[in-house]
């Protein structure tokens, strides 16, 4: 139980789909909120959506709100991030961590970070 595995990253077509996935070994997920991060270098990590253990609660950052998904499958341990309609603006490194706070925003209250996916969107 620990580092947590990205997948899923590419170059696409603005306006195209994208499909994250963030798999975990045994029970790393149980009892935690999942969040999805970026970063674009240079800049701090962004907060992009999070779903909590049970997955009857889901959290956005505003500016993938309508846009991207979060969703999670915890007999196969892999939580999601169905990314729609996307844009330049969304190229970034994406990172999977797991809290323990409920509705964390918060970076710092992360942990267990996986080693990132890039997705590049191109205009």
């Not at 994208?18 to 149980?30: K, N, Q, T, Y």
Request: hydrophobic share 30%; net charge positive; glycine share 12%.
């Amino acid at each position: 139980q620990g580092q947590l595995v990205e997948s899923g990253g590419g170059l696409v077509q603005a306006g195209g789909s994208l499909r994250l996935s963030c798999a975990a070994s045994g029970h790393a997920f149980r009892s935690h909120t999942t969040g999805w991060f970026r970063q674009v270098l240079g800049k701090e990590r962004e907060f992009v959506a999070a779903i909590t253990w049970s997955g009857g609660s889901t959290f956005y950052g505003d500016s993938v709100k309508g846009r991207f998904t979060i969703s999670r499958d915890n007999a196969k341990n892999t939580v999601y991030l169905q990314m729609n309609s996307l844009e330049p603006e969304d190229t970034a490194t994406y990172y999977c961590a797991k809290s323990l706070v409920y509705d964390s925003r918060r970076s710092a209250n992360y942990h267990d970070w996986g080693q990132g996916t890039q997705v590049t969107v191109s205009s």
